[in-house]
């Protein structure tokens, strides 16, 4: 038996390979699935299943793809309804695969089709479970996701979770290996571990979700409390999970049209395309196309892609670091952005060489902004989560978090200059891009974010432990 976790960390997201005896299954694949076609073909093996935990809100699967060139099943726990063909597994209905077996235990509570499977090994001993959004690594599902599909509440599916992990996983063995479809930096869940893999008996000792003494009402209020809205693509990837999607291949061919300057500067005119720069923080402040937008292929590229432009149906431009441009389309396209159009041909160095009109962003280092405070009393905006911002944070510092920036529009100055800053860079720069494409442009980001704050003597609040909000 052979099992491999493939955990793509810009996404927080893990699928699954196991093989026995030459045949294969997938769990939870990414929407390019060559790669595990290619593996499993280098072992001389068939995939056979491909297991989907349930409808998943933050990724594409590469299910509907990977059945269409392996012809091998799609399976899906109890409840689930998909537009294509797929086996609806029952409660304990068990799979093999070579010598191992899985079984769907169904685990209602994240989405009432969640599933969590349970792999056996050729001597039919509990080996792991495949968790999907049931149970994470400190953590559990966030149960409101599911909540618009009927007349259940948040609290309801909160229930059915707590009675799916007492019921279905606190049962097993403690030496039971827990493999959760996501990990820290999710928006699925909201305390994960920064680990990937753990056992179930750790995870009885430390996860809030699983205490021994906890009673129903009490989960359901651990669970619930501090939920963020969920980023609005969570919906729309949901749809195209359960009804399928264009083949990545074709998405692939139309974004990677090359366009020169002049055709690219056209086609953002003539289509309503946003312009999307995935280059380096520093290079977009340098100089980077009028109105464009940042978000940095270095970062959690396609969360904040989802985030903060929300509609994937909205047709997109790209501005990449020469050789990037394959690379950033699939990545688009993994959590459904399937409009790209084509990218600027030569990078940014071919725009400026053309003598196309370009834009900066004003920059300067903590020691600049803290002279600015000490002289001035200079506004500061801090883009960083709530969290974050309550932990820690600038003296008099106005807290307008990088995933609710449009809600807070109305509090930035528009007759004198204001200070942005976040943790490390990343965000601030992509805070400002968008402040810019709004007309906003009496901003300064501070380089280094928070970390080169502190370090530079900025006067900061009482430290707050973040577990403790």
């Known amino acids: 038996m052979k099992v491999e976790q493939i955990y793509t960390g810009c996404l927080a997201q893990g699928a699954y390979y196991i093989e026995s005896n030459g045949e294969v299954a997938i769990i939870d694949p990414l929407r390019e699935v060559q790669p595990y076609i290619k593996k499993a073909n280098s072992n001389n093996a068939k995939i056979k299943y491909i297991f989907e935990t349930h409808f998943h809100a933050d990724f594409v699967s590469g299910h509907v793809t990977l059945a269409k060139e392996t012809g091998a099943d799609i399976i899906y726990g109890p409840k689930a309804n998909p537009s294509f063909d797929a086996i609806i597994a029952t409660d304990n209905q068990e799979f093999k695969i070579g010598n191992v077996t899985i079984t769907a235990l169904h685990t209602p509570g994240h989405t009432m089709e969640s599933t969590t499977y349970f792999l056996r090994d050729e001597k039919g001993k509990d080996y792991a479970i ?107 990837n949901v749809k195209m999970n359960k009804e399928g999607y264009e083949d990545v291949k ?17 086609a953002a005119n003539e289509t309503g395309a946003i312009v999307l720069d995935v280059r380096h923080q520093d290079d977009f402040a340098k100089s980077h196309i009028p109105r464009s937008i940042f978000i940095g292929l270095d970062g959690s590229f396609a969360p ?101 920036l449009n809600d807070h529009l109305a509090e930035f100055p528009n007759n004198k200059l204001f200070y942005v800053h976040c943790a490390g860079g990343y965000r601030s720069m992509i805070a400002s891009s968008i402040l810019k494409s709004r007309g906003i442009h009496n901003l300064i980001d501070v380089k280094g974010g928070f970390k080169a704050i502190k370090e530079a003597g900025v006067s900061v609040s009482e430290f707050v432990c973040p577990t403790t909000l």
């Open 250 to 266: 074709k998405v692939l061919e139309r974004g990677t049209r090359a366009l020169s300057p002049a055709a690219f500067e056209a």
């Open 130 to 236: 495949f968790s999907g959004d049931t149970l994470f690594l400190g953590d559990v599902g966030r149960p409101d996701l599911a909540q618009k599909m009927g007349v259940l509440t948040e609290k309801d599916l909160a229930g059915f979770l707590f009675d799916s992990l007492r019921e279905k996983i606190m049962p097993l063995a403690d030496d039971v290996i827990v493999y959760p479809a996501h990990g820290a930096g999710s928006a699925c869940g909201k305390n994960m571990m920064k680990e990937t893999v753990d056992t179930l008996g750790n995870q009885k000792k430390m996860n809030y979700a699983l205490r021994a003494d906890m009673t129903k009402d009490e989960f359901i209020d651990e669970v619930i409390d501090g939920l963020l809205p969920p980023p609005q693509y969570f919906p729309l």
């Open 304 to 404: 904040w892609v989802g985030a903060l432009i929300a509609d994937v149906q909205q047709p997109l431009l790209l501005v990449t670091p020469v050789g990037m441009e394959e690379e950033t389309v699939t990545r688009l396209s993994r959590v459904g952005f399937d409009g790209t159009l084509g990218y600027l041909e030569g990078g940014f160095d071919a725009w400026k060489k053309a003598a196309m009109e370009y834009d900066t962003v004003s920059q300067v280092d903590a020691d600049g902004l803290k002279k600015a405070i000490e002289t001035e009393n200079v506004p500061v905006f801090d883009v960083r989560k709530e969290s974050e911002f309550l932990s820690e944070h600038i003296i008099d510092a106005v807290n307008t978090p990088l995933d609710f």
